[in-house]
């Protein structure tokens, strides 16, 4: 069956981010002059995804309403006729297909996809996380859902982090099937480096059967006391089965200062029409 659904989970406070975060979303947060929740919209379109359902919180309406029309601005440019940035405007408009649902408590990842039974029903489904951009030739979540097509199994995608490093991600193990995939048998969640089943960690793209519903709904709050959506994973590995696919690309956790300032320079670096500016920018600091 084929993959028409995405949820992106979008309620977290932001603390991170904090002071910034008090009234605007973090998912609102630009780099450079979109949205950081923009760029993971359009890896879902990109993958043929149009339905996108938005796990979202109390104070973050403004996330549903920058992929609805703002007819001020529209009519604004038009009657300025300032075509290009209309075309801009009106392309975040007619991007997706936008359900926004409401989690009431904060009761961790594995809830907060829990919150979109109802809208995804029985169907295979993405899920994608905000703080995580990748940045490839062919959409993160596409690699991931072609591997699902092929298969028949739910995928995750993997990057390989420092050993140092997998106390901040779920990290998968199990048997290599090939270079890149991998037949999950273990996922812990922030295991330590001593007690890591692998070095393969999961950057937030996810291809899920729905039967994961079901496992989530009876996973019992595990670290941090929230319902963890590696919990639910690990047990399914052990029953329908569980894939992990090494994709091909460049993650950057804008979910961190570091990262956020490094996508934001790497980003500009990519557009012709600040790259050459930027470049001169930066020298004159490095100098
Ligand atoms: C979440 C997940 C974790 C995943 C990570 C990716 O953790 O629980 O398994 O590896 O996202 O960013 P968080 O970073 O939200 O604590």
Do not use: W
Not at 43 to 52: K, M, N, S
Not at 127 to 156: A, H, N, T, W, Y
Not at 175 to 192: A, F, G, I, Q, T
């Amino acid at each position: 069956m084929k993959v028409r659904k995405a949820v992106i989970p979008a309620a977290g406070l932001g603390t991170r981010f904090l002071p910034a975060t008090k009234s605007i979303p973090k998912e609102m947060i630009p780099i450079i002059d979109k949205p950081m929740i923009q760029y993971i919209v359009e890896e879902c379109v990109g993958a043929g995804i149009e339905d996108i359902i938005l796990i979202t919180a109390r104070g973050k309406d403004s996330i549903a309403d920058h992929f609805d029309h703002s007819f001020e601005v529209e009519e604004t440019l038009r009657r300025k006729k300032n075509d290009e940035l209309l075309a801009a405007t009106e392309k975040v408009s007619k991007m997706a297909n936008i359900i926004a649902v409401r989690q009431k408590n904060p009761m961790g990842l594995g809830h907060a996809v829990l919150t979109a039974r109802q809208i995804v029903g029985n169907e295979p489904f993405a899920v994608l996380l905000g703080d995580d951009l990748v940045v490839s030739e062919k959409p993160c979540i596409r690699q991931c859902i072609e591997i699902f097509e092929e298969r028949q199994k739910s995928v995750i995608g993997v990057m390989k982090v420092e050993k140092k490093d997998t106390s901040k991600y779920g990290i998968v193990g199990g048997k290599m099937l090939n270079d890149r995939l991998m037949d999950v048998n273990v996922m812990v969640e922030k295991p330590s480096p001593e007690t890591a089943p692998s070095q393969l960690a999961c950057p937030g793209r996810y291809v899920l059967k729905p039967e994961i519903f079901e496992i989530l709904a009876n996973t019992k709050p595990g670290r941090g006391g929230e319902i963890q959506l590696t919990d639910a994973l690990a047990q399914l590995a052990t029953g329908d089965g569980l894939l992990a696919y090494l994709f091909d690309g460049r993650r950057y956790d804008t979910g961190d200062k570091l990262g956020y300032i490094e996508a934001t320079v790497a980003f500009a670096l990519k557009r012709p029409d600040l790259a050459d500016g930027v470049r001169k920018v930066l020298a004159e600091y490095l100098s």
